[in-house]
C-alpha cells in the first residue's frame, strides 16, 4: 500500500477534539451584540435574530450591502502571506507547500483547540487571518454578523470539481448558492470495531438494532463514545427510534441521557475523542462511536502497519443511508488582507489531485465528482490506496446527503436542554 503520509504524527487536539470542547459556546455564539460590539457596530434587529436553515426549510444566509464580493478580475496581492486559521492537524502540510511553490507566495497557519479559542479571536482585534475553515453552525452564525466575506465564484471554476448537492444553484441547504462557503470534507458518524476482539454475532450486521452494541456488556471495559455531546446524545435517540437529532422534545432526550448513564453503570464506557482513530486499532477498544474520515485515516495508528491493521477493522454506517452527516467549509474573512490570494488557495483546494492528496493525509473525503465509493476499488485509480477495500463503506455518497441526518443549530433554550443533559452523563462517568 503506498503512502504519503510522512511527517503524521498522533493528533492532540484536532478538528473533533474542537467540538467537544466548543460544543457550547459554538452553538450559542451571541449573533449581535458581543460580535459586533467588538466590529463597533451596533446589532440590528435582523442580525439578532438567527435564521435557522435545515435541509426541510432552506434559508439562504443574509447579504449586506456594505459587505460584497470582491470585484472579478483582480491580480494575486503583490508580497501577500495567506493566514490561514484551521483545526489543528486538518490540512497535509505538503499541500500548503505545493500552493506556496506553485505561486511564488508565503502561508502562514494559525490553529485553534476549541470554539471559545477560535471565535473569542475573530471577534477581537487580534483577527488576522484571511482563510477560515469551520463547521457548518458557526459558518451560519458569523454571516449574520457580517465577519465572513461574500465570494466571488469567477475566482472558483473549480467548483465545478464538486457535487451538486453542493454546487447547484439552491445549494446547499446550510448556503444556499455557496454565498460564503465551499465545502472541505464530508463524513458521516457510525460505529467501528474491531473484528478480531468482538462476535461476529454481535457485531452491527448481524444484531436488530445496531446501536445496541454499545449496551453488550461482554465488552465492558473495551467501549467507547465520543465526548461530543450532540454526536452522544444522538446515538442514544437513534437507539430509541428517534431520528430527530435536532429534537426539542425533553421527554425523548431524558431517555436518551438515562441510557448513556446506563452505558456507564453496565459496561464502564469510555467517553475520549481519539478513541476511534487511535486507540480501536491499537486493541485499546473493541468497540466505538467513529466518523468516517477517524476510521479512513485509523489504518495509520495501529500496533503493525496500515496493511496489516486495516483488515482488522469494520465500520457500520445504515445502508439505506438513514444515518448521520456532515460537512465541513471553507470562508474567506471579510477583514481579509489578500482576499484575492485567498479565493486562489480556496480553489487549489478543490482541484481534484490537491484534494486527494489532502485526503489521503488528514482521512475526511473532499466530495470530488470523480472519488465515488467504486473508484477505490479499482487498481486503475491512482488514489485507491487511501481507503483500505474493507472501508470503503467509509465513503459518502451522493444520496446521503438527501436521506443523512445533518445537525442544524439549535435554538439557545433547546441547547441548554442538551448540553444540561450531557453534562449529567459526564458527571457520572
Same mark, same amino acid.
Given at each position: ?8 504524527? %498522533? ?71 495567506? /493566514?490561514? !486559521? ?26 485553534? =483547540? ?5 471565535? %473569542?479571536?475573530?471577534?477581537? %482585534? ?7 475553515? *469551520?463547521?457548518?453552525? *458557526? ?12 465570494? =466571488? ?92 437529532? =435536532? ?44 466518523? %468516517? ?7 495509520? !495508528? ?16 445504515? /445502508?439505506?443511508? /438513514? ?51 467504486? *473508484? ?26 438527501? *436521506? ?26
Amino acid at each position: 500500500m503506498a503512502s504519503d503520509r510522512e511527517g503524521r504524527t %498522533s493528533r492532540t487536539l484536532g478538528r473533533r477534539e474542537f467540538l467537544r470542547i466548543g460544543a457550547t459556546a459554538a452553538a450559542t455564539i451571541p449573533v449581535g451584540s458581543a460580535l459586533l460590539v467588538a466590529c463597533g457596530k451596533p446589532p440590528s434587529k435582523e442580525q439578532r435574530q438567527l435564521a435557522i436553515s435545515t435541509k426541510e426549510s432552506p434559508t439562504p444566509m443574509p447579504t449586506f450591502e456594505d459587505n460584497q464580493p470582491i470585484e472579478s478580475g483582480l491580480p494575486i496581492e503583490k508580497g501577500a502571506t495567506l /493566514k490561514l !486559521y484551521n483545526w489543528d492537524q486538518y490540512i497535509y502540510l505538503k499541500v500548503v507547500e505545493d500552493f506556496e511553490e506553485k505561486y511564488g507566495v508565503k502561508v502562514e497557519i494559525s490553529t485553534f =483547540n476549541n470554539s471559545d479559542e477560535a471565535l %473569542s479571536k475573530l471577534r477581537s %482585534s487580534q483577527a488576522d487571518f484571511d482563510v477560515l475553515f *469551520t463547521d457548518l453552525d *458557526t459558518v451560519t452564525r458569523l454571516s449574520h454578523v457580517q465577519l465572513l466575506q461574500p465570494l =466571488n465564484h469567477d475566482y472558483l471554476p473549480n467548483l465545478k470539481n464538486i457535487w451538486p448537492e453542493f454546487t447547484d444553484p439552491d445549494k446547499p441547504f446550510y448556503d444556499v448558492g455557496q454565498v460564503y462557503s465551499i465545502p472541505y470534507t464530508v463524513y458521516s458518524t457510525g460505529i467501528g470495531w474491531r473484528n478480531d476482539m468482538v462476535d461476529k454475532k454481535d457485531d452491527p450486521w448481524h444484531i436488530s438494532n445496531p446501536y445496541d452494541i454499545f449496551w453488550n456488556t461482554k465488552y465492558k471495559g473495551k467501549i467507547g463514545i465520543y465526548d461530543e455531546c450532540r454526536d452522544a446524545l444522538a446515538f442514544a435517540l437513534l437507539r430509541n427510534g428517534v431520528t430527530d437529532i =435536532n429534537t426539542d422534545n425533553v421527554s425523548d432526550l431524558t431517555a436518551a441521557k438515562e441510557d448513556l448513564i446506563q452505558l456507564t453503570d453496565e459496561v464502564n464506557v469510555a467517553i475520549t475523542y481519539n478513541g476511534a482513530y487511535e486507540d480501536l486499532p491499537k486493541g485499546i477498544f473493541a468497540i466505538h462511536q467513529a466518523w %468516517s474520515g477517524d476510521t479512513i485515516a485509523s489504518i495509520w !495508528y495501529g500496533e503493525e502497519n496500515a496493511t496489516h491493521t486495516a483488515p482488522l477493522l469494520s465500520y457500520w454506517w445504515p /445502508k439505506d443511508g /438513514k444515518g448521520i452527516v456532515g460537512a465541513d467549509v471553507i470562508t474567506v474573512l471579510k477583514s481579509a488582507k489578500n482576499p484575492v490570494l485567498a479565493h486562489t488557495f480556496m480553489n487549489y483546494l478543490l482541484d481534484f489531485d490537491v484534494s486527494m492528496k489532502n485526503f489521503s493525509w488528514n482521512g475526511y473525503q473532499p466530495p470530488q465528482n470523480e472519488a465515488q465509493p467504486e *473508484t477505490f476499488l479499482d487498481p486503475d485509480f491512482k488514489w485507491n490506496w487511501i481507503v483500505a477495500p474493507n472501508l470503503v463503506n467509509c465513503i459518502v455518497e451522493h444520496q446521503d446527503m438527501e *436521506t443523512g441526518y445533518w445537525y442544524y443549530a439549535l435554538p439557545p433554550d433547546v441547547d441548554k436542554i442538551w448540553h444540561d443533559d450531557w453534562e449529567e452523563v459526564i458527571a457520572g462517568a
